[in-house]
DNA sequence: CAGACTACCCGCCAAG
DNA sequence: TTCTTGGCGGGTAGTC
């Protein structure tokens, strides 16, 4: 999954181990098994798969019927691991032969917490940049020393391989695949239709740095940040921002990363570069026009952002995702 | 793509 | 004493 190239997913497979989480599992229900093509939100040939189908038990008493086996996973453009049971025992080698066939078809293969242990089974993840769940972080480690684990993250993209940090931050996850799929225009109806935010804490598309346990937000920090993304196409330096808040410029700059994990230059970076994206994406306007409205003064430097944090160029963003 | 100019931001330290 | 704030220096990164 190349930055800022278009990666097609049409069928969808969740692959499961003996015992479910469900959750996790939830999370790609949403994501990619509901038909919400009334929203215009494209869907997909969704399955639950894996290595024996019928009754399997959740984590929380009930249990799941597994409809299809690890074919299913071996046909997909993407498999999705949500959480794994087994945190010590070896990978089933059918499973790991099941996952290195897709990838080696060149599938996506997306992690949800603990999922991370089956990809790394698999040894998908050797030599890779990769996370899982901050209470299993060292155990990874320990298990997979090849793995390049990274911590404090919501999710990390290396290649095709999708990996993402506990729980919610699956969903992080699937709505980045999602905006890589299909854009970030159908990325935020969908995370409009399922209620959440559609990028957390200001983080890089391919590197969301982890919102620190949500400190109780200065209320004049978060006036500000709103203030400011709706401002977008002025000059808006730090110490502007500071003068709104009502502190000094290092105080601002302090306080703001302990609320954002950020800085707020690469903050305002980012949100203009999910503007402009944005824009690329939904109307017909010149570049040059895209450059100004989302705050880059002109289309040089526009392009060079987009280079540097995305990997490829607005013209080549807009040819991909414009509807 | 290079180069000059500017803004940022982080460690450090002192003051409240 | 500990915690927060604010100013400064200068390496780094953005801008044109």
């Given at each position: 999954m190349a930055k800022g190239q278009k990666v097609r997913v049409e069928s969808v497979a969740a692959l499961v181990g003996s015992r479910i989480a469900g959750f996790e599992l939830g999370i790609l229900c949403q994501v990619f098994g509901l038909d919400r093509s009334d929203d215009g939100i494209p869907s997909y040939d969704f399955a639950v798969c894996g290595p024996r189908p019928g009754l399997t038990p959740t984590t929380s008493g009930f249990a799941v019927e597994?409809?299809?086996?690890?074919a299913r996973a071996a046909e997909a453009d993407l498999v999705a691991v949500p959480?794994?049971?087994?945190?010590d025992a070896p990978l089933d080698p059918a499973i790991a032969a099941a996952l290195r066939e897709a990838y080696a078809r060149g599938a996506v293969l997306l992690s949800i917490c603990t999922g991370a242990f089956a990809l790394a089974g698999a040894g998908l993840l050797d030599g890779r940049r990769a996370t899982t769940h901050w209470q299993f972080a060292d155990r990874l480690a320990r298990r997979f020393p090849r793995v390049r684990i990274e911590r404090d993250v919501l999710y990390v993209t290396d290649g095709p391989v999708l990996t993402s940090a506990g729980a919610a931050a699956g969903i992080d996850a699937c709505l980045h695949l999602v905006s890589r799929v299909h854009g970030s225009a159908t990325a935020n109806a969908l995370a409009r239709r399922m209620v959440v935010?559609?990028?957390?804490?200001?983080?890089?598309?391919?590197y969301v740095e982890m919102p620190l346990p949500?400190?109780?937000?200065?209320e004049g920090m978060a006036e500000v940040l709103d203030w400011a993304a709706e401002h977008l196409d002025r000059d808006l330096p730090v110490a502007t921002l500071a003068d709104r808040a009502g502190m000094s410029v290092r105080n601002f700059a302090r306080r703001f990363r302990t609320v954002t994990g950020t800085t707020p230059h690469r903050w305002l970076l980012e949100q203009r570069l999910q503007r402009a994206e944005l824009l690329l994406e939904t109307s017909d306007l010149t570049v040059d026009v895209v450059a100004e409205r989302s705050g880059f003064g002109c289309a040089d430097t526009l392009r060079h952002h987009f280079a540097r944090?995305?990997?490829?160029t607005p013209h080549a963003h807009r040819h991909a995702f414009h509807a």
């Amino acid at each position: 999954m190349a930055k800022g190239q278009k990666v097609r997913v049409e069928s969808v497979a969740a692959l499961v181990g003996s015992r479910i989480a469900g959750f996790e599992l939830g999370i790609l229900c949403q994501v990619f098994g509901l038909d919400r093509s009334d929203d215009g939100i494209p869907s997909y040939d969704f399955a639950v798969c894996g290595p024996r189908p019928g009754l399997t038990p959740t984590t929380s008493g009930f249990a799941v019927e597994v409809t299809h086996d690890l074919a299913r996973a071996a046909e997909a453009d993407l498999v999705a691991v949500p959480a794994w049971p087994d945190l010590d025992a070896p990978l089933d080698p059918a499973i790991a032969a099941a996952l290195r066939e897709a990838y080696a078809r060149g599938a996506v293969l997306l992690s949800i917490c603990t999922g991370a242990f089956a990809l790394a089974g698999a040894g998908l993840l050797d030599g890779r940049r990769a996370t899982t769940h901050w209470q299993f972080a060292d155990r990874l480690a320990r298990r997979f020393p090849r793995v390049r684990i990274e911590r404090d993250v919501l999710y990390v993209t290396d290649g095709p391989v999708l990996t993402s940090a506990g729980a919610a931050a699956g969903i992080d996850a699937c709505l980045h695949l999602v905006s890589r799929v299909h854009g970030s225009a159908t990325a935020n109806a969908l995370a409009r239709r399922m209620v959440v935010p559609a990028h957390r804490a200001g983080g890089q598309a391919q590197y969301v740095e982890m919102p620190l346990p949500a400190v109780p937000t200065g209320e004049g920090m978060a006036e500000v940040l709103d203030w400011a993304a709706e401002h977008l196409d002025r000059d808006l330096p730090v110490a502007t921002l500071a003068d709104r808040a009502g502190m000094s410029v290092r105080n601002f700059a302090r306080r703001f990363r302990t609320v954002t994990g950020t800085t707020p230059h690469r903050w305002l970076l980012e949100q203009r570069l999910q503007r402009a994206e944005l824009l690329l994406e939904t109307s017909d306007l010149t570049v040059d026009v895209v450059a100004e409205r989302s705050g880059f003064g002109c289309a040089d430097t526009l392009r060079h952002h987009f280079a540097r944090r995305r990997g490829t160029t607005p013209h080549a963003h807009r040819h991909a995702f414009h509807a």
